[in-house]
């Protein structure tokens, strides 16, 4: 994911985002500590927009979320930042498929201490949403974040929004995918993207705002 900017080491060459990143972010100290740590990864460029992190745990208070869903995990980073902004009865149900890197966060979950809330399962996301569906779950859950693989962002989209209750939020990652929406081509995770994009605009179930935060994130209300 492109970052608009980074809380760790400021907007280097843009005084302005630097200004925006000193004047507004209020990152838990184990949260930032996260940050930095994630930033030494190779793909540190797929961490949520800081930014964007502390808008999702605002609208996680505000809806007084509880059960979440999270897809795509990566070092936990955003999977932290949500959880604490949720009581103490509050849970995140994480879904990835590669341990290796989400490793990397659970010992900063665990120094944060809510590890307790967090439901970590290494599988294929399509795979335990139709679990929850099948579970009877649909309608119980406050938020969902979707930041995985594009070209099944329609499937996350359309199951998240069948467990999600009416007013709940789902937040969607990475959908200006740094332009390449303009020009979708052949490229199968820019069509995933750009599908998505076009349905959700026709999508009555839902009120919407694209915000060009990061690398742009949809915000889809449930009807």
């Not at 490793?103 to 944060?112: D, H, L, R, S």
Request: a neutral charge; glycine letters at 8%; charged letters at 25%.
């Amino acid at each position: 994911m492109t970052r608009t900017f980074k809380s760790h080491d400021g907007a280097k060459g843009d005084p302005l985002m630097e200004y925006v990143s000193q004047n507004s972010l209020r990152e838990h100290a184990v949260l930032k500590k996260l940050g930095k740590r994630t930033l030494e990864n190779r793909l540190s460029a797929m961490m949520v927009a800081c930014e964007q992190a502390q808008l999702m745990a605002n609208l996680v208070k505000l809806i007084k979320a509880k059960n979440m869903i999270e897809v795509g995990v990566y070092t936990g980073y955003n999977t932290l930042n949500m959880v604490l902004a949720v009581p103490d009865d509050g849970k995140v149900l994480a879904y990835d498929i590669n341990l290796e890197v989400v490793n990397i966060g659970k010992p900063f979950w665990k120094e944060a201490g809510v590890e307790h809330k967090i439901d970590l399962r290494i599988k294929p996301a399509t795979e335990t949403l139709d679990e929850l569906l099948e579970a009877g779950e649909a309608g119980s859950f406050d938020f969902a974040f979707i930041d995985a693989d594009k070209v099944n962002y329609g499937l996350y989209y359309e199951k998240c929004l069948q467990l999600l209750r009416k007013g709940g939020i789902i937040v969607i990652d990475n959908v200006l995918w740094g332009g390449k929406v303009l020009n979708s081509g052949n490229d199968l995770d820019t069509l995933g993207i750009a599908k998505l994009n076009e349905k959700i605009y026709r999508d009555s179930r839902v009120n919407i705002s694209i915000l060009t935060s990061g690398d742009g994130v949809t915000l889809a209300f449930k009807q």
